[in-house]
């Protein structure tokens, strides 16, 4: 996939509805983006797919926790004191950037060379530019001046900048609670989810009598501030994380990561139609480990800007529930009643971005057909905003009538659409565009013999179906 087939994603995203930017009559929020009316059906499809994937376990129950918890979540967690990206500033023109993204835009001759002041060995790889970044922040008065006589571009400006050291930023947004700023308490909108399930989970446990290993899974909108937000809805300041925390005896970890791996690496290509060639798990190096995780894999897919991370799967030990228990000063311990057991469980988390996935899906539907010029959304079926569009050929003749009772038939079980404007090729290939999985004709010959034309929207191929085996051949012929 070239970078080009990006900006056409977004242009089609615009066009048919999928995403809008953000208050475009005001020019604009960087970052921001709405989801049109087939974008909302799609980013629902997806979900509840990462939904009932999740809660048909028996041992997986739901949870929908608040967006703002108390502050001390926050401390517990580590997010204060350890949720940062290191950046810099170019102080020629004030620009300021995330150092692994600024490396990631450099030469390698650049990166050898900060490889080389440092003595670490360039593994050609994102996790070399995470030990330079951590280096940099870690021994700031030592390395003060390393990017700027390796000579980093400013990618703005073009010349070497004059870079500042690398200090560290705090991801999280801060916001005040209460009607007065200096009475409030400072709150914070959550940068993960995970941590109100970690604050529940032993209500949850014991209203559901549940018992170790279990799950519980949320769907909800977190927020960070990045401060490098681009490609699109691929890393934005707010989005939705789909996560799912799984509660094991510490000593059933590693058996539960592998088992998770697979189900998750399994659920991209049998649930959102996605190429094995296109996914790869990506396994962080000890020093790349975020603050909580023993061990981490992420599943990344081949976008058109290059491999990028979807999904979380991390090992998080018992630190949560651990430094939850420290300053709350609440038994954060599970007890086995069978074993007479008191312990921390581990937590498997898996964490994925619902807008991620939807950018991942969007990218591996889009398909030019160069034979029959044509842009069409190869959507598999269960995730297509619309799965036909009822057509009569004309707008008279009792055309129209029967394709009304014809509509009322099909989207009483699949949501379609009614389509009598313009040529029947100009309507297919509109809805080609939008993923619409079946065009359905209603001709003259509907009103003689009570059969219509149903096109498939990949080979195109037309075939003549009778009004009462319509649904049958939509179930029987769905990708
Ligand atoms: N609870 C663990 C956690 O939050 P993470 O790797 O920081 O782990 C998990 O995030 C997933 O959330 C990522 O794999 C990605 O899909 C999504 N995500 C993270 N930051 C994002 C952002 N700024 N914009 C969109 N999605 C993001």
Known sequence: MSKKHLDKV???????????PNSEIYGGLKASYDYGPLGVDLKKSISEKWWEEMTRHSNIVGLDSSIMVHPDVWEASGHVANFNDPMTDNKDNKKRYRVDDLLSQQKTKVIDDLCRQMSIQNNNDSDTLDRISTILLTQS?????????AGVIDPFSGNIGKWTAATQFNLMFKTNAGPSEKTGKSIYLRPETAQGIYINYLLVQNSMRLKVPFGIAQIGKAFRNEIVARNFIFRTREFEQMEMQYFVHPSEDEQSMSFWKEKRIDFYTSELGISQDNLKFHQHSEDALAHYAKDAFDIEYNFPFGWGEVEGIHNRTDFDLKEHEKLSGKNMMYFDQVKNEKYHPFIIETSTGLNRLFLMVLCEAYFEDEVNKRTVLKLPFDLAPNKAVICPLLKKDGL????????????????????????????????????TAFGITIDHETLENDTVTIRERDSMKQQRVSCDKILQFISDNKI
Request: glycine residues 8%.
């Open 10 to 20: 977004i242009s089609l995203c615009k066009r048919k509805g999928f995403v809008f």
């Open 141 to 149: 008065d030592k390395f003060s001046n390393a990017l700027e006589s």
């Open 400 to 435: 129209p009538e029967k394709a009304q009772n014809i509509f009322g038939m099909v989207n009483s079980e699949h949501k379609c659409l009614y389509d009598e404007q313009g040529s029947i090729g100009k309507r297919y290939y509109r809805q080609d565009e939008a993923g």
